[in-house]
């Protein structure tokens, strides 16, 4: 088998600045950024006349990226920006962090809400979901021991 890892996760949002400023308070690091258009992405995506920004952040330790695409052409179709966790497809995006509290308080700074509560599994992790820019789920989750 070919496959070597997971290069990275794409989320499609209508305000890039938002959802960057979202990912870097949480501690990504931009690894570039730019905009594409032309045939050959028509061909890759499949759709006609297509022209995107994107922001590529990383994670600090460098193992993870996740990538931004604000597509300018043609038009979305929209989506339910409030889905709830269980809804089919890709839901959220996990990250380990160190002391959630203040991760969660950085990130409630900036409109993020908790989509329930933070819990403790027992003595294990403490979790949330936090739905931050663009309705995006974002799971954190402190290891304890």
């Known amino acids: 088998m070919a496959l070597q ?4 996760v794409g989320v499609v949002v209508d305000d890039l600045a938002a959802a960057k400023e ?8 931009v690894d ?17 006349g297509v022209r995107t920004d994107f922001v590529m ?3 600090p330790d460098g193992n993870a990226r996740l990538e931004l695409i ?15 966790v269980n809804t089919p497809g890709i839901r ?4 380990a962090v160190e002391d ?5 308080a950085g990130l409630r700074a900036r409109g993020a809400e908790l989509v329930g509560e933070l819990v403790r599994y027992e ?18 989750a402190e290891q304890l021991s």
């Open 5 to 8: 890892r997971m290069d990275h």
């Open 22 to 29: 979202f990912f870097v308070e949480l501690g990504l690091e």
């Open 32 to 48: 570039g950024q730019g905009d594409v258009e032309g045939g050959w992405v028509d061909r890759i995506v499949g759709l006609e």
């Open 57 to 59: 952040l990383q994670t």
């Open 70 to 84: 604000k597509f300018h052409s043609p038009s979305t179709q929209g989506g339910n920006r409030d889905a709830p």
């Open 92 to 95: 959220h995006v996990a990250f």
């Open 100 to 104: 959630i509290d203040a991760v969660v």
């Open 123 to 140: 003595d294990s992790y403490r979790l949330c979901y936090v739905r931050g820019p663009e309705g995006i789920i974002v799971a954190l």
